[in-house]
């Protein structure tokens, strides 16, 4: 199994980035489906992105589309989230999941294995 360590969370104003890391141990994260989800408070943990194990494509939710980048670095053995032009909505505890399957999914009770969380608050 794989253990997950996340990394990079902070406080920033609106219209500033961050870049989330997602450190793993134990597997390579090349041998996973990696995604981001967030939790606000008061509400349900949502999708953020998803970068498949299969042939390394991307899928985001609508609200980050064109402002967050997943990626991976196997020699670092990492997945990061790239998170320009940041926006109060974004404020959440953000978490790293990996699924032992070929392919992307949205759904957080189809990943495995979790992170504890990174901190995002973005002010206005």
């Known amino acids: 199994q794989v253990q997950l360590v996340e990394s990079g969370g902070g406080s920033v104003q609106a219209g500033g980035s961050l870049r989330l890391s997602c450190a793993a141990s134990?597997?390579?994260?090349?041998?996973?489906?990696m995604a981001w989800f967030r939790q606000a408070p008061g509400k349900e943990r949502e999708f953020v992105a998803a970068?498949?194990?299969?042939?390394?494509?991307?899928d985001y939710t609508d609200s980050v589309k064109g402002r967050f980048t997943i990626s991976r670095d196997n020699a670092k053995n990492t997945v990061y989230l790239q998170m320009n032009s940041l926006k109060p909505d974004d404020t959440a505890v953000y978490y790293c999941a990996a699924r032992f399957n070929y392919y992307k999914s949205r759904r957080a009770s189809e990943y495995n294995y979790w992170g504890q969380g990174t901190q995002v608050t973005v002010s206005s």
């Open positions: 970068l498949s194990r299969s042939d390394g494509t991307t």
């Open positions: 134990g597997r390579t994260v090349s041998s996973y489906t």
